[in-house]
């Protein structure tokens, strides 16, 4: 099983332009999470699902759309990028949503935009 | 404002010392989990604790639960240069969402 994987693993975009990131999971699981770490802040909470089809805000949506139409994908997009949305990010699955659950996370995204 | 203040940010150290990293919190959180990230990867669950009080030990590494589930600690004793990473502390409410509120890590250097 490959886990969580996510593509591209580094971008550079320009401010405005528009980009998707794209994370997938093999092991069946039913919640997906988008997270961004910035130094000295963590990692934040930007969207999830609880299943196939549904999607909701996290911590920090603004500026971040997803969806997920096959249980396996869950994808991030940026209709307009800003600088502010220089970071990595990283896409974690886990089996259902309750407290103890492990989140597995991917290896990340590096995202640079000028 | 930073619901999860880890303490301390960084911590460079010897082969052999002893350390300990705080989580705290003034919410109560119906679990803790530990996560341990190594450069250019994702972070990596190393406990969960969900009881208060509740202490796990994981080789040379003991972590602690409060008893008011505000806060919890990771100790390790005589660190290795294989132990160097980010240390992430994340704390779980009561609900089905299976959202986490991270603190903002813990940078560990272990020098041979």
């Known amino acids: 099983n490959a886990g969580v994987t996510q593509t591209p693993k580094f971008r550079v975009l320009k401010t405005g332009q528009s980009m998707t990131l794209l994370c997938a999971q093999d092991?069946?699981?039913?919640?997906m999470y988008w997270y961004r770490q910035d130094p000295g802040m963590g990692l934040r909470l930007i969207h999830y699902?609880?299943?196939?089809?549904?999607?909701a805000k996290g911590e920090v949506p603004d500026g971040y759309n997803v969806s997920r139409l096959k249980k396996q994908n869950f994808l991030l997009g940026l209709e307009s990028a800003a600088p502010s949305q220089t970071s990595v990010y990283f896409c974690?699955?886990?089996?259902?949503?309750?407290?103890?659950?492990?989140?597995?996370f991917g290896p990340g995204t590096r995202l640079l935009v000028l | 404002t930073q619901l999860l203040e880890q303490s301390p940010q960084f911590l460079s150290i010897q082969e052999g010392e002893n350390l300990t990293v705080y989580c705290n919190s003034s919410?109560?959180?119906?679990?803790l989990q530990w996560y341990r990230q190594e450069p250019g990867e994702g972070p990596v669950l190393l406990v969960t604790?969900?009881?208060?009080?509740e202490v796990k030990k994981l080789k040379r590494l003991t972590f602690q639960f409060g008893d008011a589930r505000k806060d919890s600690s990771l100790h390790i004793t005589a660190a290795q240069p294989g132990d160097t990473g980010l240390y992430l502390c994340?704390?779980?409410?009561?609900?089905?969402?299976?959202?986490?509120?991270f603190g903002q890590g813990t940078t560990l250097q272990v020098k041979p």
């Open positions: 699902s609880v299943g196939e089809g549904t999607t």
């Open positions: 604790v969900v009881t208060g009080g």
């Open positions: 919410s109560v959180f119906s679990s």
């Open positions: 974690a699955s886990s089996q259902r949503g309750g407290v103890q659950e492990t989140q597995y």
């Open positions: 092991m069946n699981h039913e919640y």
């Open positions: 994340a704390g779980g409410r009561s609900s089905n969402t299976g959202k986490l509120i």
